[in-house]
């Protein structure tokens, strides 16, 4: 499933179209600089599953070598694209039961995370 890894990294090269405009987002990434995340996208065929590890760096996410991780977001690859797609939010899809969040302050960077994805598919959309 590398073409998770490569649609990450597609969808990173339009993060400072983000946070150009997003004064809160800014202060949010410069508290978690340096913090490690892992976004697990899996299929429901076969259950293979895609590790991506990003990092905040000068206030950029980062596609980084496989380590340790403060926290882990899993779903399913059709729910990535739901998401991307605009068909629900990240946090709709928590409260489905269609992701799982699991690490330090799980619940904290899960709204992070949803205020990302909704930032990206707005300006994927337009």
Partial sequence: MEYVRNLINRLLRL???IIEREAELKKE???EEGSVGCLVIWREEDGKKEEVYLQLAGM???IID???FRHKIEMSVDTF???LGGE???GEAWARG???VDGEQA???AMRWSKWFERLRKRIMR
């Fill in 15 to 17: 993060q400072n179209l």
């Fill in 81 to 83: 694209l739901d998401i």
């Fill in 29 to 31: 990434l410069e508290e």
């Fill in 88 to 90: 629900m939010t990240l």
């Fill in 60 to 62: 950029r996410a980062e």
């Fill in 107 to 109: 619940t904290i960077h």
């Fill in 98 to 100: 269609l992701i799982d």
């Fill in 66 to 68: 496989p380590q340790p």
